[in-house]
Every structure is written in structure tokens, then in C-alpha cells.
């Protein structure tokens, strides 16, 4: 899917070695951001796209900048990500029918890492790419329409899972991003980040057809919400998800913030 792993441990070390520099340099400084942009997902509907943005998305932030390489947000962004098997280019997944929408709240504590000596807080270039990691709490509520109808997923065990699955569960954020300030205080960014959360339910298949499908009335007729495919393809106990443990879904956003500088003069 994504290359989580090798990318997230790379952010990591690079990062927690910027910490012991932090009260080295600069001066600390506030800054609060806002941002928009789009949302995507891969997982059992999407399996091959690392791309693919399927909703929009919206967030804010406050950050303390240590100095001027390193700095420290609370995040909260909200998404929106949707997939459905009738459009895939894939015979297979259109047979399986399957489709869901689901909104993402997500809260996380960030590390950020600019590359150069970004002139806010004392440094002297106007524009840096920069690298991020952390981690945090995502809530999702994966849902789908019949006959005008919603119905939140998590809540009909559709795979036969004893106890449901849920909701609320960690997850770690990562990516990268370009910073330019263009006005005194006020700076513009836009970046792309990757999330990996400890869940394969964000889309609310995983494993295998159930026993007992999960039924709802439409009109004179019940739509089996287990298997909506034509042909109610799904055997008890064959491969309805892609076995992979964890979905993806990730954020691509333009933004502005505005940095509370001291007016302390600097001496190099």
C-alpha cells in the first residue's frame, strides 16, 4: 500500500535529533494555522492508488516553534473519504458491490522539521521544505445509503464480528510539506501526509463473509448489506476483504498561519 514503515522510522530518528538542538538555537514562538484541501483512502476498495482523493478535508492547528528548524503542533483535522466497487476499473471488485462513506475526525500532536533556517523565529531563508510525524486518536463512522436510507456499518457487524469493532483508534501521522513566509508574520504552506491507523475497518471490510449476513428492508425486498453483490457471490467464510491489516487514508491541504515572533533581537 504505502510505504509506512521505512518512511515513519526515517521521520522519527530525523526528528528526535533535532530535540537536543532545540534549546540550542533561536527563540520559541506561537503560531496558529488553518488549512484545507482533500481527503483520500486506500484499503479494500482501494488497493493500488496511493493518490486517489475521494472527499474534502479541513483542519486547524496551534504550534510552539522551538527555533527555526523545529516545532511542535496540536492538530485537528476532518475529512471525508468514500469508496465505491461500481466505479473500479476491477471485474471483481464491480461483481462485489461493495461501498462506503465514512467521515474522519482526527486530533494529533505533531512534530515538524523545516530543512532550512526558516527566517521566523530568527533565521534567514524565506521559504523551506519541511518533514513531519507524530501521532493521535482518529474517529470514523463508516456508513451507506439504501433507498435514501443511511446506515452506520460499525454498528451492523456486516463480517459477523462478535463484538463489532472500534471507532476510535490510534493513528500516526507522517509526511512533508513546503513553507513560505510571505509577509511579515504570515506564512502560506500546502502538504501532504499519510496516515496509518491501527485499524483495517475504515472502510468497514476486512476479512471474510459471515454465517449470518447483515439484511435491511428496502421496499418489498431485503438488500443483504454483507454481500450487495448481483449474484450474492459471498460464501460463508471466503475472502471478502484483502486480508491486509491496516488501511491508509491521507490529507493534502493548502494553508496559512500567522507566528507570534518576539521582538527580541538576535545576535548570530
Known amino acids: 500500500m504505502t510505504p509506512n514503515k521505512p518512511l515513519f522510522l526515517i521521520l522519527f530518528f530525523l526528528l528526535s535529533g533535532q530535540l537536543v538542538r532545540a534549546q540550542e538555537m533561536g527563540e520559541p514562538s506561537w503560531e496558529l494555522g488553518l488549512m484545507a484541501g482533500g481527503a483520500g483512502y486506500m484499503g479494500d476498495l482501494n488497493q493500488n492508488n496511493p493518490l486517489q482523493i475521494s472527499g474534502l478535508s479541513g483542519g486547524a492547528y496551534v504550534k510552539r516553534n522551538f527555533n527555526q528548524y523545529l516545532g511542535v503542533r496540536l492538530n485537528y483535522t476532518l475529512g471525508q473519504v468514500q469508496a465505491d466497487d461500481a466505479n473500479s476499473s476491477n471485474a471483481q471488485f464491480r461483481e462485489r458491490n461493495l461501498r462506503f462513506k465514512t467521515t474522519l475526525n482526527e486530533f494529533s500532536g505533531i512534530i ?11 533565521g534567514t531563508r524565506q521559504f523551506t521544505p519541511y518533514l513531519y510525524a507524530g501521532a493521535g486518536l482518529v474517529v470514523f463512522k463508516p456508513t451507506v445509503k ?37 509577509k511579515d508574520t504570515w506564512s502560506v504552506f500546502t502538504e501532504l501526509g499519510y496516515r496509518t491507523p491501527m485499524t483495517d475497518y475504515i472502510d468497514d471490510v476486512s476479512g471474510r463473509y459471515p454465517v449470518n449476513p447483515v439484511l435491511v428492508r428496502s421496499g418489498q425486498n431485503w438488500v443483504n448489506l454483507s454481500d450487495p453483490s448481483a449474484n450474492q457471490i459471498g460464501y460463508p467464510g471466503t475472502q471478502r476483504g484483502d486480508f491486509r491489516k ?23
Open 112 to 122: 515538524d522539521f523545516n530543512f532550512f533556517n526558516f527566517n521566523l523565529g530568527g
Open 146 to 182: 439504501v433507498d435514501g436510507e443511511k446506515y452506520r456499518l460499525d454498528r451492523l457487524a456486516t463480517e459477523g464480528q462478535e463484538n463489532g469493532y472500534n471507532n476510535v483508534v490510534l493513528t500516526i501521522p507522517y509526511g512533508l510539506g513546503l513553507r513560505y513566509n510571505y
Open 246 to 268: 491496516r488501511d491508509t487514508y491521507l490529507f493534502v491541504s493548502v494553508g496559512i498561519s500567522f507566528t507570534f515572533v518576539s521582538s527580541k533581537c538576535y545576535s548570530f
